[in-house]
């Protein structure tokens, strides 16, 4: 089983990048899709998720800002529009099926001022 995040990168305050996670190796339909993230010396938070189902979940600090979109049962983006510098974190995928949790190995982006 794998997930892999790709997207990340330096960007200036006000631009936009977008996250990709492609799941692998995993039978049977994903529940939930999202992607946390973690900030230097923080604990790792939900950024967004969304259900098999289209139903999405965000975190106050990216609404309006952030998209995330699932392609099929195993992909999903993360569009990200008006970066700020609080946004600056390492980015996870996440999928969960039934019980089980899987993580992708996190891909960092680095917002500057």
């Known amino acids: 089983v794998q997930l892999q995040a790709s997207g990340g990168g330096l960007v200036q305050a006000g631009q936009s990048l977008r996250l990709s996670c492609a799941a692998s190796g995993i039978i049977g339909s994903i529940n939930v899709m999202g992607w946390y993230r973690q900030a230097p010396g923080k604990q790792r938070t939900l950024v967004a998720a969304?259900?098999?189902?289209?139903?999405t979940n965000y975190a106050d600090s990216v609404k309006g800002r952030f998209t995330i979109s699932r392609l099929n049962g195993k992909n999903m983006t993360l569009q990200m529009n008006s970066l700020n510098p609080e946004d600056t974190a390492v980015y996870y995928c996440n999928a969960k099926l039934g019980l089980t949790v899987y993580w992708g190995q996190g891909t960092l982006v680095t917002v500057s001022s």
């Open positions: 969304q259900t098999s189902g289209g139903v």
